[in-house]
């Protein structure tokens, strides 16, 4: 790598990579609290694959434009489109492709998180290897009293690897937000800065570090945890996966839809369990 920052941007994706080796990938919508569009989802896909094959890269952080939100979730009118199975499973499989990506990463990944990370946004934070707070720093996935759909079995598996299950019920089936104390406590993140500006800041002097270290010895630790987390899952290449039935009956239920409406329309579902 030369020494002058290589940066590349599109309106919604910010990426810069510095000349230290540390890039930088930015949730840039800040109006919309960073929720991410299936654009979004695919330059994520992109990044990933240009990091891969980029030696030069030693370490990434992952951040949202602004400090009210890292990232609101999916950008919930994209949905309104679902109206196959096809739909619902090719979106959920396509999620893992994002975030299977990022958890695959050779280097290390870092998520910069102040404000807000709920649903997407959350997932995406699970599947980095280290996560930096701040204070207001607000988690969850509230998707039991916003749209009623569920999350994929590998989301399932990074959140429980990260709290065990019996917290991730907690959070799921109440739908709370877990504020940065407890998402501490719990081992949902690594640190707590007091704002954004020092979660920045601590973002910065960690990727650091970790890019000073060995490449291969933390390529090696990260490949080999991620295989013992998935000892016994199925992974088939084609048909039908475990959880696809679960995907469907919530995807495809007028819960959904209504759960969807609603929130659109800014009132409270009316669930009915069909």
Known sequence: MNADAETASSDELLFAVDETGI?????????????????MYRGLVELCERIEADRAIKAVIITGAGEKAFAAGTDIAQFRSFSKPDDAIGYERFMDRVLGGLERLRVPTIAAIAGACTGGGAAIAAACDMRIASRDARFGFPIARTLGNCLSQNTLRRLANLIGGPRVKDILFTARLVGADEALAIGLVNEVAEDAAAVAARADALAALLASHAP?????TKEGL??????????AAEGERPGDDLILMTYMSEDFREGMEAFLGKRPPNFKGR
């Open 23 to 39: 890039a930088r990938i930015t949730l840039n919508r800040p109006k919309a609290r960073n929720a991410l569009t299936f654009a």
């Open 216 to 220: 291969l010895t933390l390529q090696a």
């Open 226 to 235: 991620r295989r013992i987390a998935e000892e016994g899952a199925a992974e």
